[in-house]
């Protein structure tokens, strides 16, 4: 590993208005805990391994994530780590209660004799947060979002958001979010709600750049914090080869050539697709950090790379040129 590559994924800056820090590349759980596919627990452990050698500091994990799994272990992973040397995020929004689930239940093969049912009361914050610090093992989290509230929305901000605003202020949580694969919703909690930050899925990449018409810059008037996952919108822009996925289904033929049209300019420039994507939403200057899941060591280096990988300003040029014409 470089020097530049330690520099770049071990810089921590602070999220939005809170005292939280976070490096700019974070390690999303979801994949780890079986999305899609399965993923044993030592592809898992050598996946964390890996990150933290590399210098990320923030991961993001949910008990919607293989119903439990991701937490359980991160937080076996984490638990032999300096606290304060590291930043978790959960989410709120999914309890888990027994139940059978098919195997890939919600695209994740995790963990059986689980459900999820939605509930974004105060009395559901609560017990979520008590259930994921049961199964991570950690002593606190330093963020909580409220997770995809998307029909949910004023039990979201008249129960999920008011218990987790007392948490804060009461110091049990240090930051307090959302995070969406939308951003009409997520505008209204950062107009209407005095929330940290916000986790933006797939709503700004090379693909789709929603996010910069009202968010993002709502977010940078307010000072809240942006971390934006999704950046390969879930699976194209790190290989846009027949069969892709976007926004977890198929790719439609008219994405796909516009990704391989992405993936020809960048080839020209000796550039990743990958590597473009993963960098781009840094140029906003609202964006705090990337949230890029992984599912092996592999992936989690191959992201490292391109998340440190120059990218020539002609090429910035050529790809927005590229957007602007598909609109």
Same mark, same amino acid.
């Given at each position: ?12 800056? %602070? ?8 490096s700019r590349l974070g390690l999303g759980t ?28 923030y991961f993001d994990t949910a008990p919607h ?49 689980? =459900?999820? =049912? ?6 559901? =914050? ?30 979201? @901000? ?38 940290d930050c916000v986790l933006v899925a797939g ?20 000072? @809240? ?61 609202? =964006? ?23 990218? %020539? ?15």
């Amino acid at each position: 590993m470089t020097s530049a590559t330690r520099q770049w994924s071990t810089e921590r800056v %602070p999220l939005g208005r809170s005292d939280v820090t976070v490096s700019r590349l974070g390690l999303g759980t979801a994949p780890l805990a079986g999305l899609f596919s399965a993923v044993t627990e030592d592809e898992a452990a050598a996946a964390l391994e890996t990150a933290w050698a590399t210098g990320i500091r923030y991961f993001d994990t949910a008990p919607h994530y293989g119903a439990g799994s991701a937490e359980r272990r991160l937080g076996a992973f984490l638990a032999s780590r300096p606290r304060a040397e590291f930043t978790v995020s959960t989410k709120v929004g999914r309890l888990l209660v027994p139940g059978d689930a098919a195997p890939g239940d919600e695209g994740f093969h995790g963990e059986p004799g689980l =459900v999820r =049912v939605r509930d974004y009361s105060a009395d559901g =914050v609560y017990r979520s947060l008590a259930d994921s610090l049961e199964r991570s093992g950690l002593d606190s989290f330093d963020v909580v979002l409220i997770h995809d509230p998307d029909e949910h929305w004023e039990d979201a @901000v008249t129960g999920a958001y008011p218990a987790l605003a007392r948490l804060r202020a009461e110091g049990a949580v240090r930051a307090i979010g959302v995070g969406m694969n939308q951003t009409a919703m997520l505008t209204r909690f950062v107009a209407e709600t005095d929330v940290d930050c916000v986790l933006v899925a797939g709503r700004y990449s090379l693909l789709d750049r929603g996010a910069a018409d009202d968010l993002l810059p709502l977010c940078d008037k307010r000072q @809240v914090g942006v971390l934006v996952g999704g950046v390969f919108n879930s699976g194209i822009l790190a290989d846009p080869a027949s069969g892709a996925t976007y926004d977890y289904a198929p790719a439609p033929d008219e994405v796909r050539r516009r990704a391989l049209a992405l993936a020809e300019r960048c080839a020209a420039h000796g550039v990743p697709l990958a590597a473009a994507a993963l960098r781009f939403p840094l140029r906003h200057p609202a =964006v705090t950090g990337v949230v890029v899941g992984a599912r092996n060591a592999r992936e989690v280096a191959e992201n490292t790379a391109h998340a440190t990988t120059s990218i %020539p300003e002609a090429l910035w040029a050529e790809l927005d040129a590229l957007e602007e014409r598909a609109q």
